[in-house]
């Protein structure tokens, strides 16, 4: 039977556990301590991805995607204190170009200036002229190594702030939703609990959070058709989906559905002309170029690198024949031949 909480000690296997209880006795004899300190971290471990340190040595713990994402939801439904915690935090769009940097970028770092987690949300308040709760980004690492923070002066405005930010602790986020409205003003925000005005990360409750969470909608445990799956552990017999996360950023989505429309181009399949309004706007949207090509630092052209496809087209151009993908003309041919016969 498949395990369903695996222990990892600096990236080696070291345990397999049935259940959350035998994971910590067996954690608890292995670092001789008391089983009751080794509830949290096994499950703030299996649910948001959040390593535990002690002393040299680095622990990991691994569940099915589907046991994570349910204590996940049970978590947060709860309000329970391994939930993932909601920040508001402060953006200055004459410092640093968020807009221009999520139009290119997926994930960013962003200044540690307190103790973000692995799973933590942030909404980020665009403060100057914008005065509003513009994004929300979920925290993919807490910490970053220095050596692995980019410094891209393309988005910086502030150079003094640049130089600055060489000696900053860094927190690594990815993009989870954009919304436009004047409801999340200043304004706004202290209509519904706000105290003063956002100069500083604050936790998120009550009212406040309710208000600005109310308005983004993104579901972070939608899962999206991966483009490659590759063996991590082989050990473990572990295996992890690398998701193309070009496909997945609303903003280059909405640059791509802009230039093509929203039929697919492959099948000529319109959602809201098939199956009327409920069909409006809905459309898949591919990445042309398969994910090992990809350098880290690349930079994703909406028109030339997407094109919107139906989930079908999607999932077949996501498969391979005879180890090679099928290309957007290649699927185009076969659905030509097969309606000819």
Not at 69 to 96: D, M, Q, T
Not at 138 to 162: H, Q
Not at 324 to 332: D, G, M, P, S, V
Request: with cysteine.
């Amino acid at each position: 039977m498949a395990s369903t909480i695996t222990i990892l000690k600096n990236d080696q296997v070291l345990f397999e556990a049935t259940s959350i209880q035998e994971a910590a006795r067996f954690l608890a004899e292995h670092l001789s301590t008391a089983i009751s300190k080794c509830f949290d971290p096994i499950e703030r471990g299996y649910v948001y991805n959040i390593p535990y340190t002690k002393g040299k040595d680095e622990y990991r713990f691994v569940a099915p995607n589907h046991i994570a994402s349910k204590r996940r939801y049970e978590l947060e439904e709860r309000g329970h204190h391994n939930a993932r915690r909601i920040w508001l935090v402060p953006a200055n769009p004459r410092e640093f170009d968020l807009e221009s940097a999520f139009s290119l970028y997926e994930t960013l770092e962003w200044k540690r200036s307190f103790n973000y987690e692995n799973g933590d949300i942030l909404y980020l308040y665009v403060s100057g002229n914008v005065r509003r709760v513009r994004y929300k980004v979920e925290v993919i690492e807490g910490t970053v190594r220095p050596d692995t923070v980019e410094y891209n002066k393309m988005f910086w405005l502030d150079k003094d702030k640049l130089k600055d930010s060489k000696q900053w602790e860094w927190t690594r986020f990815r993009f989870v939703d954009e919304v436009e409205t004047t409801e999340l003003s200043l304004e706004k925000l202290r209509n519904h609990g706000l105290r003063g005005n956002i100069q500083g990360s604050m936790k998120l409750t009550g009212e406040l959070g309710h208000y600005i969470m109310s308005f983004f909608e993104k579901d972070l445990t939608k899962e999206y058709y991966p483009e490659e799956v590759h063996e991590t552990l082989e050990e473990g017999n572990l295996k992890t989906i690398a998701v193309n996360v070009y496909e997945r950023n609303p903003i280059a989505r909405k640059q791509c559905m802009e230039h093509y429309g929203v039929q697919c181009q492959v099948c000529e399949l319109d959602f809201e002309k098939t199956y009327g309004e409920v069909g409006k706007d809905f459309i898949h949207v591919h990445h042309l170029k398969p994910l090992h090509e990809i350098q880290h630092c690349y930079i994703v052209d909406p028109v030339h690198d997407l094109i919107p496809v139906c989930p079908n087209c999607h999932a077949m151009l996501h498969r391979k024949e005879n180890g090679e993908y099928l290309t957007i003309e290649q699927l185009k041919a076969r659905i030509l031949n097969t309606s000819l016969c």
